[in-house]
């Protein structure tokens, strides 16, 4: 944002309510920013908004690498165009480590998605240092809301950190798998099985077919063993074809039970409270070492003492201690 | 420590370095301590042993409740003692929320291992706010080796997120298993089995002989899709009878390779400084959190606004923002 004229952030909030494309991406420009002066508009901003936030469903979508989660996204999301559902993508995409490196690259791989105009396509931008790739996903995806789209769908890349961050910040989370392949070889880590709310085989086509149907089973008759979900929503193991559309109407048909009955329950709003205190504790501690380590002692001296660390010359605790000393006795506001 | 005289720190030091058990035993309850004036002395004492740790060979014990960690420990803990070895024990007992509860349970479990001259056991304290369990449990350690115990044993119990905190402090991982059951049946989380250097199928007698060879073969066969560890030492899985003691000599000479390999290669040396610089920095993390959350002003304001937060009324950003510009206008040195 720092070449271009700071945004107002009134016009900025009436152009988002107002559902206008070029102040929504304005407004996420600022929310991903990582300038001090950014980061406290796109604050307040995010207070403005708050009130018009909370009427969508929210849903993680993860798998490998070559799962197919574009495919199954763009596929999918037609049905929920056809829903009548204004639709919002945000994908994290470390690949790209800047902004915008990839949005050509999603706007490709979707299609005529890009171009609906009840769509809007983000990747979010990785690697900040102040909110972190998952806080500022989640600010996007909450001034998504505010700018009247109704389903949000954030993509994660299924095989680092991340998708436990996404997890905290939808309403249901869905694995893709492929057919035909084994826990082990999919390189699906147990813990993103438990987080699944649903689960879909992709790719369940031509001579997959098959295959599909019996990984379909198994992994049915391994989530026997997980203990029930807090929602008590049973999870189900779905197929899919994205090539021919096979199976997504089944799919929408579980998610938006899913979302009747957490709805009706209680447990979303709940759930909901109980992410943004997370994300509360989570801005907390994450402000906390934006100050520590950007502070100019701590910077200086923070090498040097973790070589001493390093070679056993001063114990952790110390080290610790010396440079916990060092940012109190000089803090930043005195 | 706050009803006793103040110990001092020349002769806490003095004591733990000859060995004496007495003094080794304050200076651990010192090092549990959460008063912040003991956590001073604390760290003084620490820096005063550091030069006389580092000999030892640092094992930790994961595996679910009933897996009979106790058991092996004590018939493995003979083998280590006819080998030689000064043998500490540091067991995390998170059922017992108090110091001392559990010590007598340990000594009783652990039979005649627990009055040998040779053997010191000591259950580590847990939910310690400045340090939590993992980093005291890290300085008795220390303390222990300062003492001249060159074998540490850390107990953990298998199910929670301990073991994570553990493997950043041992330089072996040992993972026992029970004969004949898969893997979700163990509640073996797929993580705790990639931190392991070694796996043994405890139990391995009578009636479970057989099935105790098959776990084994199908725990070898499930390691192979895992990629190789960094110490490229590889991960074998071995069978153990805890009851008549058959298998401990092999575990014995598994893991005195092991030792000897990641010492020659240079390894231990590098993962141990890599261990103190991230122990450091999670020093620096619950000092920070100690301090942030014992604010007065803080802990004043937090429940109000995190109520707020979790009604929606206020966005996690400006709530965290809030406490912050608090904490820091009216910090604690100033």
Redesign the interface.
């Known amino acids: 944002m720092s070449k271009r004229k700071r945004p107002d952030i009134s016009s900025l909030k009436e152009g988002v309510l107002a559902g206008n494309r070029v102040m929504l991406s304005r407004a996420i420009t600022l929310a991903e920013s990582k300038l001090e002066t950014d980061r406290n508009l ?2 307040k901003l ?2 403005e908004l ?1 009130p018009y ?2 009427k969508s469903f929210r849903l993680g979508v993860t798998g490998v690498p070559g799962v197919g989660k574009s495919t199954f996204i763009t596929r999918f999301g037609k049905k929920l165009i056809e829903e009548g559902y204004k639709l919002a993508i945000l994908a994290i995409d470390p690949s790209s480590p800047t902004t915008g490196g990839s949005i050509l690259g999603d706007k490709t791989r979707m299609g005529d998605l890009a171009t609906h105009p009840q769509v809007y396509i983000r990747p979010s931008a990785t690697g900040g240092t102040l909110g972190g790739i998952s806080a500022t996903t989640r ?1 996007c995806s909450l001034i998504c809301e505010a700018a009247g789209y109704d389903f949000i769908i954030i993509e994660t890349v299924g095989v680092g950190q991340s998708e436990v961050g996404v997890r905290h910040m939808v309403d249901a989370f869905l694995l893709l798998l492929l057919p035909g392949s084994g826990d ?2 999919q390189g699906i ?3 993103i099985m438990e987080m699944a709310d649903i689960i879909v085989v992709n790719k369940s086509d031509g001579v997959n077919a098959t295959q599909a149907r019996e990984t379909r089973q198994a992994y049915s008759r ?1 989530l026997k ?1 997980f203990p029930p979900k807090p929602h008590n929503f049973p999870t189900k193991v779905l197929t899919c074809s994205s090539l021919s559309g096979q199976g997504t109407g089944k799919i929408w048909k579980e998610l938006s039970d899913f979302w009747r009955n957490t709805l009706d329950s209680g447990y979303m709003k709940q759930e ?2 109980r992410q ?2 997370l ?11 934006y ?2 380590y950007g502070h100019p002692r701590v910077k200086e001296e923070l090498p040097g ?2 070589l001493q ?13 010396k ?2 000393d060092m940012f ?2 000089t ?4």
């Not at 504790?281 to 906390?288: A, D, G, N, P, R």
């Not at 660390?309 to 201690?321: I, P, Y």
């Not at 803090?331 to 005195?334: D, K, Q, V």
């Open positions: 796109a604050e995010m207070d708050m936030t909370g600010e082990e070889l880590k147990k813990g391994a063993l909901r409270s943004r205190v994300w509360a504790k989570s801005h907390i501690k994450e402000l906390m070492e100050y520590f003492l973790l660390v390093e070679d056993g010359k001063l114990s952790s605790l110390s080290a610790a201690r440079l916990i109190f006795n803090s930043i506001h005195g």
